[in-house]
């Protein structure tokens, strides 16, 4: 089956550092990809969609220049938490869309971690 | 808005019990449902879907049932194994909001031998 990698599983950086979050669709090419963040006991809330070569479509309350998405091919997205700060710390999951497919078709990435210290 | 509620885990369940995990949801519309797993280490996995009122799905022994009248998608298996053990979460792709998934917080699982 497809498979969404996503690098690193987890971090921690301090307080006012940016961290690059990597998604990949391993075998498809994914036009849309999706960055989710789920906190503690709560459910995956979907930031921002990405399509690849356009700029990404952030949800309400989502801040742009916080949450920086690139998706510059057909198999990365990129999320990069800008000046992170410990209300950041959280999982971040990515999914990702077959080119073409089925709009109920998503493949999800394992998950990243991220602590702010 | 829509939204899902799932009721909270952990599920501690022996090997070849009954399993119901129960999931409402709010949504105008007819929204599609939908039952993900997430294994240890592993993303979310679609499990089973259904996308009109009083379809079935089923999937690896999983059913679940779309009540538009009591707005619930409850998963339900009838002999569950210790490979079960997972995170269940169930979500709603509301109509017009296309790729769009809401959630609901996911219910741990846990099957005892």
């Known amino acids: 089956g497809a498979v969404v990698s996503q690098h690193p599983s987890w971090v921690i950086c301090k307080s006012g550092t940016s961290v690059k979050i990597e998604c990949r669709s391993l075998?498809?090419?994914?036009?849309?990809m999706f960055w989710y963040r789920q906190f503690p006991k709560q459910s995956l809330m979907l930031m921002a969609t990405?399509?690849?070569?356009?700029?990404?479509?952030?949800e309400q309350g989502v801040e742009k220049d916080k949450f920086l998405i690139n998706h510059a091919s057909l198999t990365l997205s990129t999320l990069t938490v800008t000046s992170a700060h410990p209300e950041d710390s959280s999982f971040y999951i990515c999914?990702?869309?077959?080119?073409?497919?089925?709009?109920?078709?998503?493949?999800f990435g394992p998950g990243t971690r991220l602590t702010v210290l | 808005g829509n939204s899902v509620t799932q009721m909270e885990g952990p599920v501690t369940l022996s090997e070849e019990a009954f399993l119901t995990i129960n999931c409402t949801y709010t949504?105008?519309?007819?929204?599609?449902l939908f039952w993900y797993v997430q294994y240890p280490g592993e993303g979310l996995q679609l499990l089973l879907k259904?996308?009109?009122?009083?379809d079935k799905g089923s999937n690896k022994g999983f059913e679940a049932t779309y009540r538009k009248e009591t707005t619930s998608f409850h998963l339900e298996k009838g002999s569950v194994q210790v490979s079960d053990s997972a995170v269940y979460f169930c979500?709603?792709?509301?109509?017009?909001?296309?790729?769009?998934?809401?959630f609901g917080t996911g219910t741990r699982l846990q099957v005892t031998l």
């Open positions: 999914s990702a869309k077959v080119a073409g497919g089925s709009t109920d078709t998503q493949y």
């Open positions: 075998d498809f090419q994914a036009t849309t």
């Open positions: 990405s399509n690849e070569g356009s700029k990404a479509t952030y």
């Open positions: 949504a105008t519309g007819y929204p599609s």
């Open positions: 259904a996308t009109k009122a009083d």
């Open positions: 979500a709603l792709r509301g109509t017009g909001t296309a790729s769009k998934l809401t």
